[in-house]
């Protein structure tokens, strides 16, 4: 088993920036990929970024490449999305998700454990 909890939502001005903390605790050697979701109010949930291992490999949704940066601590207890150039569409609540699988993958079905959730608004 795999226990993540999120930190770090809040509410911010358009053009601001935050910092989001996902804890991964447990069998975290069996997770080699962690990833972040986001779902805003009546929408599905979408895929962020991911990074497998130490933050090596990467990936991201168009919609956020160049203004989010995901990275990890170099014991993996820790995920962070750096978030900049915030606008309102990037308002929602976001999620921290870890898969069993050492593929990257946007598939939200592939990930295994998931966190609570920590909301982020942005205001125009």
């Known amino acids: 088993q795999v226990q993540l909890a999120e930190s770090g939502g809040g509410l911010v001005q358009a053009g601001g920036s935050l910092r989001l903390s996902c804890a991964a605790s447990g069998r975290t050697f069996t997770t080699p990929v962690m990833a972040w979701f986001r779902q805003a109010p009546g929408k599905e949930r979408e895929f962020v970024a991911a990074?497998?291992?130490?933050?090596?490999?990467?990936h991201y949704a168009g919609s956020v490449k160049g203004r989010f940066t995901i990275s990890t601590n170099n014991s993996r207890s820790t995920v962070f999305l750096e978030m900049n150039s915030l606008n309102p569409e990037d308002t929602g609540v976001y999620y921290c998700?870890?898969?069993?699988?050492?593929?990257?993958?946007?598939?939200?079905?592939?990930?295994?454990?998931w966190g609570q959730g920590t909301p982020v608004t942005v205001s125009s």
């Open positions: 998700a870890a898969s069993l699988t050492p593929t990257l993958t946007v598939w939200r079905e592939r990930y295994r454990y």
């Open positions: 990074l497998s291992g130490n933050g090596g490999n990467t």
